[in-house]
């Protein structure tokens, strides 16, 4: 799994990517705001459109923001938006135990749902920062708790982030449904990544988990560089880029 937001992305991850996550992350990456908080249920189906027209037969989940799940009638409409405006195949909450009310009301009417546990990114001021989880024995067993209520409600995959990977794999094997993991390890049983930090385009923060598989931002700023370099020298266009 990774995230992409948009339609020429996601045709490049389509080939590789089992599934892509239109991640409320795109609010820091795209957006360029401090954290997720603010994204909006409008954000989110303007870029879940642009995903499913760039990788039509990729399996696409659309994140549900900050304050859209928050009861069972507000999760629900906004859940029902995004079937009925984008053609995502599922939706993403944020929460454990105490959200499974919301991933079963959302089951029982007709929306597949993808969990997400450990360190909740939406929690992020309410928490004071990005907490990693499983630290303790105590945090252990309410992370297997959570994915199993998770699990038991409905959802049919499960992500987790921010968590010991010992821990990470002890919940993996505690439920059927797949686990997939962020800064979690590798007893998981599968991955995502968000694209702008894997290919190294996001430069504010690198978290530890993040391997950069291509050093993105020196790219992309190099080529910019010369591009602007050769225009102030009129060296491009030459006679290979004239009709
Ligand atoms: O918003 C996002 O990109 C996510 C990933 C961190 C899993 O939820």
Same mark, same amino acid.
């Given at each position: 799994m990774i995230t992409a937001y948009d339609a020429l992305f996601a045709r490049l991850f389509e080939q590789s990517a089992d599934i892509l996550l239109v991640g409320d992350s795109l609010n820091m990456? =795209?957006?360029? !705001? %401090? @954290? /997720? $908080?603010? /994204?909006s249920m409008d954000q989110m189906i303007y870029h879940t459109n642009a995903v499913c027209k760039g990788a039509p037969n990729t399996f696409v989940i659309c994140d549900m923001p900050f *304050?859209? +799940?928050?009861?069972e009638a507000t999760a629900l409409t906004n859940s029902l938006r995004v079937y009925q405006e984008t053609p995502a195949d599922c939706v993403k909450i944020e929460g454990g135990a105490s959200k499974a009310h919301l991933v079963k009301h959302l089951v029982d009417n007709g929306i597949a749902v993808c969990g997400h546990i450990g360190l $909740?990114? &939406?929690?992020v001021r309410a928490e004071g920062g990005y907490k990693v989880k499983g630290k303790t024995e105590h945090e252990a067993l309410a992370l297997i708790s959570d994915a199993q209520a998770i699990q038991n409600a409905g959802a049919f995959i499960l992500v987790i982030e921010g968590v010991k990977a010992d821990v990470a794999s002890r919940v993996a094997q505690s439920v059927s449904i797949p686990v997939i993991g962020i800064g979690a *390890? %590798?007893? #998981? @049983?599968g991955q995502v990544l968000v694209f702008s930090d894997m290919l190294g385009l996001y430069e504010p923060f690198v978290p530890k =988990? #993040? !391997? &950069? +598989?291509? %050093?993105g931002a020196k790219m992309v700023k190099e080529s910019v560089k010369c591009y602007a370099k050769e225009v102030q020298s009129k060296t491009f266009p030459d006679e290979n880029y004239v009709y």
């Amino acid at each position: 799994m990774i995230t992409a937001y948009d339609a020429l992305f996601a045709r490049l991850f389509e080939q590789s990517a089992d599934i892509l996550l239109v991640g409320d992350s795109l609010n820091m990456s =795209f957006a360029g !705001k %401090n @954290d /997720t $908080l603010s /994204t909006s249920m409008d954000q989110m189906i303007y870029h879940t459109n642009a995903v499913c027209k760039g990788a039509p037969n990729t399996f696409v989940i659309c994140d549900m923001p900050f *304050g859209s +799940y928050r009861d069972e009638a507000t999760a629900l409409t906004n859940s029902l938006r995004v079937y009925q405006e984008t053609p995502a195949d599922c939706v993403k909450i944020e929460g454990g135990a105490s959200k499974a009310h919301l991933v079963k009301h959302l089951v029982d009417n007709g929306i597949a749902v993808c969990g997400h546990i450990g360190l $909740l990114p &939406q929690s992020v001021r309410a928490e004071g920062g990005y907490k990693v989880k499983g630290k303790t024995e105590h945090e252990a067993l309410a992370l297997i708790s959570d994915a199993q209520a998770i699990q038991n409600a409905g959802a049919f995959i499960l992500v987790i982030e921010g968590v010991k990977a010992d821990v990470a794999s002890r919940v993996a094997q505690s439920v059927s449904i797949p686990v997939i993991g962020i800064g979690a *390890g %590798n007893g #998981v @049983d599968g991955q995502v990544l968000v694209f702008s930090d894997m290919l190294g385009l996001y430069e504010p923060f690198v978290p530890k =988990f #993040v !391997k &950069q +598989y291509m %050093n993105g931002a020196k790219m992309v700023k190099e080529s910019v560089k010369c591009y602007a370099k050769e225009v102030q020298s009129k060296t491009f266009p030459d006679e290979n880029y004239v009709y």
